[in-house]
Structures are given as structure tokens and as C-alpha cells.
């Protein structure tokens, strides 16, 4: 399976969605999970805006590598960030699309202040 880097440098990052736990079949309640570790995957949706242009795009990272507080709006640093090129068949329909992957997504919000000791 081919993967191609993705660059994020000089790209904004912000998280759109919360991490959600990725289904593998929706249908029968069956969690994703990383074939080389066994590790719960998640999808964090993902505002990338570059060069005056804004996409949402949806990434997957495993549970463990997700770091920091993600809640909608922080800034996020992907380590890692591959983009997938994928293509199925399904009831006689072919389809075709892009998947992203990360090694790791890092909240880049500054975490409170904490009082010094007296």
C-alpha cells in the first residue's frame, strides 16, 4: 500500500472533532484496532488551512499516541501524517478516496499555569 508524506509545515492544524473511536463495522459494534500493536484506533477530524485554503480531513491515530487535551478548536501538531490513496468495489459501485494516517496527534494548547509553592 503506497503512502505519501504529508507535509504540514507552514500549515495551520486545529482540531474540528473530538477523537472518536474508529469502527471497523458499524453494523456489528467492532472496534478498529492497529494490526502491528493491537491498539484502539481513533479518528480526530482535523482543520488544515494552507495557503489561504481550509479542508477538514479526517485522521486516524492509534488510542495511546493521542496526547494532550483535544477538544474542538486546539491546536494540534500529526506527527507523521501519511495520506493513503484507496479505491473499492462495493454492490457493483467502484470507489475511490484518500485516508490519512498518523503516527501521533499532540494538543498544542498551553496546559494552565500552576501556582508556586510559598
Do not use: C, Y
Not at 503512502?3 to 504540514?8: G, K
Not at 493491537?38 to 477538514?56: R, S
Amino acid at each position: 500500500m503506497r503512502q505519501i508524506p504529508v507535509d504540514t509545515n507552514g500549515a495551520t492544524l486545529m482540531v474540528a472533532q473530538v477523537p472518536q473511536t474508529k469502527m471497523k463495522d458499524k453494523r456489528n459494534g467492532v472496534i478498529a484496532t492497529d494490526r502491528d500493536t493491537g491498539h484502539t484506533l481513533m479518528t480526530v477530524d482535523v482543520l488544515f488551512v494552507m495557503n489561504g485554503n481550509a479542508e477538514v480531513i479526517t485522521v486516524t491515530v492509534a488510542e495511546p499516541d493521542i496526547s494532550g487535551e483535544l477538544a474542538m478548536g486546539t491546536p494540534i501538531a500529526l506527527t507523521g501524517l501519511v495520506a493513503v490513496p484507496w479505491e473499492n468495489e462495493f454492490n457493483g459501485q467502484k470507489r475511490h478516496g484518500i485516508s490519512f494516517r498518523a503516527v501521533a496527534a499532540t494538543s498544542l494548547a498551553q496546559a494552565p499555569a500552576k501556582p508556586k509553592a510559598a
